[in-house]
C-alpha cells in the first residue's frame, strides 16, 4: 500500500512554529492525531525554522508527539548532530529525512547513518545541481544505493526522492520524472520512491488538479510513497483510489472502509 509520509509538523509552518514557540502542545498533538486518523504512515518532524532553537525545539517537539503517536516518526533535519539526538529519542525505529549526493551533505551523513536501523530517503541531488535529464535521476539514485548499502542500509529502507521539478519551465518535466522513476525500479525493484508531488504545479493555474493527476502518474510507474499533507482529503482519495485501481487493496476492502468512514469523496 501507498506510504504517506505527513509534513505538517514543520516550523516553516506559521501556525506550528507559533505552537512551538509557545510551547502549545495540545495544537501539536492534536495535529498529530488528526494526520494518523487521515492515514499517515509516518509523522514528519522538522524544527530547524527557528534558527539558534533547532535542537531544544526538536527535544520538545519529540517529547510532545511520541506518547500520542502510534506511527513510527520521520526525523528531519540536515544537522547529523540534531539527528543523533533524535535517534537517540525516539521509541520506534525512525525515517531519516535525508542524504543526498551533495559532498558537504553526503560526507556528514554518512558516518550518522551508518549501521543505522531506519528508514533513509535519498534525494537525487548532487553539487552539479538539479537532475536534467532521466538518466541523471538513475545514475544519482543508483550511487545513493550503492553507498548506502555499504554502510548497512538495506535496499528496502531507501527511499530514492527523484526530486519532481516545474513542468511550467520545462514541458518535459513530468515525462522526465515518470521515465526516471520506471527506470530506479526496474533496476533495484525493492527501492521505494518518494518526494514531494507540488513542484510539478508550481507557477500555474489551479494546481491541486495537477498534483492530483501527476500523483496517479507516478503511482503507476512505481512511486510507492509522498511527502504530503494527509488532511488534504481531495489527494488523499485520489491516492486511495489509485492504489486499489493498481492491485494493492485486495477485494477493495480498503477502499470501501474508508467510502464508508467518509474519508474518500469525489
Known amino acids: 500500500m501507498f506510504e504517506i509520509i505527513g509534513e505538517r509538523i514543520n516550523t516553516s509552518r506559521k ?10 502542545s495540545d495544537y501539536i498533538i492534536d495535529d498529530v492525531k488528526k494526520q494518523q486518523a487521515a492515514g499517515a504512515t509516518f509523522i514528519d518532524v522538522n524544527a530547524g525554522a527557528r534558527i539558534g532553537h533547532e535542537e531544544e525545539d526538536m527535544r520538545w517537539l519529540l517529547d510532545t508527539i511520541q506518547p500520542v503517536c502510534e506511527i513510527p516518526l520521520a526525523l528531519d533535519s540536515p544537522d547529523p548532530a540534531i539527528l543523533e539526538m533524535a535517534f537517540a529519542m525516539v521509541e520506534k525505529p525512525p525515517m531519516i529525512n535525508s542524504i543526498s549526493l551533495e559532498k558537504e551533505r553526503f560526507d556528514a551523513m554518512m ?9 533513509v530517503i535519498a534525494l537525487c541531488m548532487d553539487d552539479a545541481g538539479m537532475p536534467e535529464s532521466a538518466g541523471d535521476i538513475l545514475a544519482r539514485a543508483k550511487t545513493l544505493v550503492e ?16 526530486l519532481v521539478q516545474p513542468i511550467s519551465t520545462d514541458s518535459n518535466k513530468g515525462v522526465m520524472v515518470l521515465d526516471a522513476v520506471r527506470a530506479i525500479k ?3 525493484p525493492e527501492v521505494h520512491i518518494t518526494g514531494g508531488l507540488s513542484n510539478i ?10 498534483n492530483r493527476t501527476f500523483v496517479t502518474l507516478m ?19 485520489t491516492i486511495r483510489t489509485a492504489d486499489m485501481l493498481l492491485g494493492h487493496d485486495q477485494f477493495c476492502m480498503k477502499y470501501l472502509k474508508c467510502v464508508r468512514s467518509g474519508t474518500i469523496k469525489s
Do not use: W
Not at 501556525?15 to 502549545?24: K, W
Not at 558516518?111 to 528508514?119: E, G, S, V, Y
Not at 504545479?201 to 495537477?210: C, D, V, W
Open 219 to 237: 503511482m503507476d510507474a512505481g512511486m510507492d510513497s509522498a511527502i504530503i499533507d494527509p488532511l488534504d482529503n481531495k489527494i488523499m482519495s
Open 186 to 188: 526496474a533496476e533495484f
Open 201 to 210: 504545479s508550481y507557477g500555474l493555474p489551479e494546481r491541486h488538479i495537477i
Open 111 to 119: 558516518p550518522f547513518l551508518n549501521a543505522k536501523d531506519c528508514k
Open 15 to 24: 501556525l506550528v512554529q507559533a505552537a512551538v514557540s509557545h510551547r502549545d
Open 147 to 162: 553507498e548506502l548499502n555499504k554502510i548497512g542500509i538495506p535496499t528496502a529502507n531507501i527511499y530514492v526522492d527523484p
